[in-house]
């Protein structure tokens, strides 16, 4: 299994909902991602998980809330969300955090808040 | 912090070659990265290159490294209405014990039958 999945794949919520997005590989990889897209921009990174520990927090706001409950598993809790969440949330692993491990991508998850 | 840029558009007739550029920042990244992005999907890695190459050959893909310039292409040979996509280049940086992504803006690439 050499991919990355995603589920939802398309999620609406209003401000006032809790809601969760899903992430996992079975690749073996100790590293993952949660990266945010809006429209017509780059990813931006969010959050970085090794070895099932947080390591990088990009200055994101405490609405979302990551967790990785095992290695083949990542998290995206939300709560609370502005309409200027909506955007594609993509998820990557890879080998793990050091230099030369690629990143693979999962298909994203389209977010609108309204 | 990084500014990793590319051109927003180019466009190409089916057959020719495509040659999509890229100038960034961070002059310690090892890898740089190439990821293709079709319309509501993921990115798809393509190739990378390495810090001390200056030219990598993948089938229909080749990719030259001027350091010296910070420079980076993605050249697509022959290319098909299916290589019409965004492209990414990324730079690698360190940040507390990883080595992370940074995108450029994004090529989009239009391939005209």
């Known amino acids: 299994d050499t991919e990355v999945t995603q589920t939802p794949k398309h999620l609406v919520m209003g401000m006032t909902n809790k809601k969760s997005l899903k992430c996992e590989q079975h690749m073996g990889h100790r590293a993952m991602y949660w990266y945010k897209q809006k429209a017509k921009k780059p990813p931006e990174l969010m959050f970085v998980y090794s070895y099932e520990k947080l390591s990088i927090n990009e200055s994101v706001p405490s609405r979302f809330s990551p967790e990785c409950p095992n290695s083949s598993l990542l998290n995206l809790h939300l709560h609370a969300l502005q309409p200027e969440d909506s955007a594609l949330y993509l998820c990557?692993?890879?080998?793990?955090?050091?230099?030369?491990?690629?990143?693979?991508f999962g298909p994203g998850t389209r977010l609108t808040v309204l | 912090g990084e500014d990793v840029e590319q051109s927003l558009f180019l466009s190409v007739r089916e057959g020719d070659s495509s040659v999509i550029n890229c100038t960034y920042t961070d002059s310690s990244s090892t890898y740089l990265y190439w990821y293709k992005q079709e319309p509501g999907a993921g990115l798809q890695l393509l190739t990378y290159i390495f810090s001390n190459m200056d030219m990598k050959q993948d089938q229909r893909l080749t990719v030259l490294l001027n350091k010296k310039d910070k420079h980076l292409s993605l050249r697509i040979a022959d290319t098909q209405t299916g290589d019409s996509a965004i492209y990414f280049c990324a730079e690698t940086y360190y940040q507390t014990g990883a080595n992370n992504l940074f995108f450029g803006t994004g090529t989009r690439l239009t391939v005209i039958p």
């Open positions: 990557a692993s890879s080998q793990d955090v050091g230099s030369g491990n690629e990143q693979f």
